[in-house]
């Protein structure tokens, strides 16, 4: 192929860098809120619908959340579609959202919801550290993954960008 | 037996049977009339016009379906004693079919049926300040999700129950607060007063976490004179039932915000 055309891929992508992250962290979060829907709340049902020890903030961020939830699901995989469109799709940088955007969701969830506002347990064992631990080193891992995807297209970005 | 059981019972009987055939016949021939003028104006404007769309005929007829169950036969009758069948009735009134009807481009299909005077003068009504300020997407939603904190959370769904007028006045406000609802978010027919993408996708989000925080509240502190397992159940109902049906209006209205960006920033 000619330098020129793949120049012009290139542009698109670029000018588009932050709309492919947002993409994915959008989309990121609503499979997050789906993941723990489907698996943890419906299918093992560790997770319960109602918790007597919620607190009424914590009622009102989880229904926030919850809304907002399916609003990034749709919007991020729209935004995803018009960024194919524009042939703007850059899949490492959108990946790195994604992963920012899960990561994220699930610490959020890990901390603030289960242990701060005590909506609900992930499940209603004895040793629930042990449960809160993995939850939320997984989200961890999954945020410095996320991270160092998206400085790495950052600095990529900048680098041919000089040239 | 419960007294809960007793003012349910009351109350089933306060349309179906005392009153007798009557209301019930009045407002099954309107709905009935209601598809017959849509069908009516949908040949006219065909004749007149471009074909009208049948899917929108569909929409609207499944629409005026879904209003007629929760208000007349089986389940408007259970409805009445039991909190479960009162939320898929709900449901049915203020969520599913709104969207139907707001789909079927009720308003469109007026102005081509209407000869020029009267179509210049709905056009200018819809202009109007007081349409303007019903159809901002805040105020829809404060009717909306604020008219049903009133009902669950205060002492009116008792006295719904009780009240044959105040039953009728708000079955007929979560209807009409319902398709202002889904009309102030996704623009089907003609929209003076539009708002942005972004201010309808804000309100959205918010209205919906209300809707979500009064179901989960309903399961967790029952309505007055509703028992506590009905209460759950319901409850529940309302939050996933919810969830389905607004998952539509926000796939409608990202669908329209993606087609709304394509030609402008590709024509330049």
């Given amino acids: 192929m000619s330098a020129k055309s793949d120049n012009c891929k290139y542009q698109a992508r670029f000018s588009y860098t932050r709309r492919n992250q947002w993409s994915g962290i959008l989309f990121g979060i609503g499979l997050a809120a789906f993941f723990d829907e489907t698996v943890f709340h419906q299918l ?75 909506i609900h347990q992930i499940r209603y064992v004895e ?12 989200a961890v891992l999954m945020i410095i993954a996320g991270t160092i995807l998206i400085v790495r297209i950052r600095s990529n970005k900048q680098q041919e960008e000089t040239i | 037996m419960n ?43 065909s004749r007149r016009y471009k074909q009208w769309p049948l899917h929108r005929t569909v929409l609207w007829s499944l629409g005026v379906m879904c209003a007629a169950a929760a208000l007349i036969g089986p389940l408007a009758n259970h409805a009445q004693m039991d909190f479960t069948d009162h939320m898929i009735s ?45 159809s901002n997407p805040i105020v829809a ?41 889904t009309a102030s978010l ?23 976490a209300g809707h979500g925080i009064l179901s989960k509240s309903i399961y967790a502190y029952p309505p007055v004179g509703v028992p506590i397992n009905q209460a759950e159940a319901g409850g529940m109902l309302m939050y996933y039932g919810g969830d389905a049906i607004d998952l539509v209006i926000i796939f409608i209205l990202c669908f329209q915000w993606y087609k709304f960006t394509y030609p402008r920033e590709f024509s330049h």
């Fill in chain 1, 44 to 118: 093992l049902r560790w997770h319960h619908f109602y918790d007597k020890s919620t607190t009424d903030i914590g009622l009102i961020s989880d229904g926030l959340l919850h809304s907002f939830s399916w609003f990034a699901t749709v919007g991020g995989l729209f935004l995803f579609a018009d960024l194919r469109r524009r042939k703007a799709l850059w899949l490492t940088c959108w990946w790195g959202g994604v992963l920012l955007g899960t990561g994220g969701f699930q610490l959020y969830d890990g901390t603030i919801l289960h242990k701060l506002m005590r």
């Fill in chain 2, 141 to 181: 939603s404060l009717l909306n999700i604020g008219g049903l904190w009133l009902l669950y959370k205060t002492d009116l769904y008792m006295a719904m129950q009780q009240n044959i007028l105040l039953h009728v006045l708000v079955h007929i406000h979560i209807f009409l607060a319902g398709y202002l609802f």
């Fill in chain 2, 186 to 208: 996704i623009y089907v027919d003609p929209t003076p007063h539009q708002s942005s993408f972004v201010y309808r996708a804000i309100v959205f989000v918010i209205a919906l």
């Fill in chain 1, 127 to 138: 040793n629930v550290l042990i449960y809160d631990l993995l939850w939320n080193i997984i």
């Fill in chain 2, 3 to 45: 007294i809960n059981d007793h003012i349910h019972h009351g109350a089933g009987d306060l349309i179906s049977h005392k009153d007798g055939i009557v209301p019930l016949l009045i407002l099954s021939l309107s709905f009935l009339l209601l598809v017959v003028m849509y069908i009516f104006a949908a040949n006219l404007s």
């Fill in chain 2, 90 to 134: 709900h449901l049915l009134l203020g969520m599913l079919a709104p969207l139907l009807m707001v789909l079927a481009a009720p308003m469109t299909l007026t102005m081509l049926t209407l000869n020029v005077r009267a179509a210049r003068r709905l056009s200018r009504l819809l202009r109007s300040r007081p349409v303007s300020i019903l």
